[in-house]
């Protein structure tokens, strides 16, 4: 069965960089799109971006001139990286596969078990 | 503001049924996009309870069921249980922004 572990620093200062790592475990890294999902306090969930195995990224339009997902071979684990970050970061990070044969009706499962990051000075 | 619309809150007691609404507009699923739902109990990650509309995965039970007409798309928990208690959220894809888009999730409280 599938396992995604993620870890990373969880208290940032305004204008630093995010950093965060998912781990899969279990199945197969090939053939899938991995992707990184925020929930920020008391909000819903946003999508923040995939990638391939093949290394070919998507983001979200409102985050991707400041996010950076890349893959770590050959280990099965893929990275987010969110430059600059403000107060508006604050939240809970999760990694996620996506299923579904197009992207356009992907579906998240499994997911990690999610990082609180909090941005304060 | 969340790009699919859900009530902030639905309740009922032990043994009812519940139904928790998602509408979307003409680029998610009234573009005939697909709706998938996640439930996530307190302090824990989403898991996925329903995809493509109305499948179930593996091991969640048939009191949860999903279905899907013109923009809006709904989940139906039935035989309601204490354990059920925690967040839902519906997920769909905007044909516009080009991403997966979620709803501000419903807070479901079993009475």
């Known amino acids: 069965q599938v396992r995604l572990q993620q870890w990373g620093a969880g208290l940032l200062k305004p204008s630093e960089t995010l950093s965060l790592t998912c781990a899969v475990s279990?199945?197969?890294?090939?053939?899938?799109?991995w992707n990184w999902i925020r929930q920020s306090p008391g909000k819903g969930l946003e999508w923040i971006g995939e990638?391939?195995?093949?290394?070919?990224?998507s983001y979200n339009p409102s985050l991707k001139s400041r996010v950076a997902i890349s893959i770590l071979t050959p280990r099965s684990q893929f990275s987010l990286s969110l430059y600059s970050v403000t107060g508006d970061d604050t939240a809970i990070y999760y990694c996620?596969?996506?299923?579904?044969?197009?992207?356009?009706?992907?579906?998240?499962?499994?997911w990690g078990q999610g990082t609180l990051v909090t941005v304060s000075s | 503001q969340s790009v699919l619309t859900q009530p902030p809150s639905v309740s009922g007691a032990p043994g009812q049924r519940v139904i928790i609404s998602c509408t979307g507009s003409s680029s998610t699923t009234g573009a005939g996009q697909d709706v998938h739902w996640y439930q996530q109990l307190a302090g824990k990650a989403p898991t996925l309870l329903i995809y493509k509309n109305s499948q179930r995965p593996s091991g969640v039970p048939d009191r949860f069921s999903g279905s899907k007409s013109g923009t809006s798309a709904s989940l139906a928990i039935t035989g309601l249980q204490t354990d059920d208690e925690g967040q839902y959220h519906c997920?769909?894809?905007?044909?516009?922004?080009?991403?997966?888009?979620f709803g501000g999730g419903t807070k479901l409280t079993v009475l």
């Open positions: 997920q769909s894809y905007d044909s516009d922004l080009g991403t997966s888009v």
């Open positions: 996620a596969r996506a299923q579904g044969a197009v992207v356009a009706s992907a579906y998240f499962a499994p």
């Open positions: 990638i391939n195995h093949r290394g070919s990224t």
């Open positions: 279990g199945g197969s890294f090939s053939g899938y799109h």
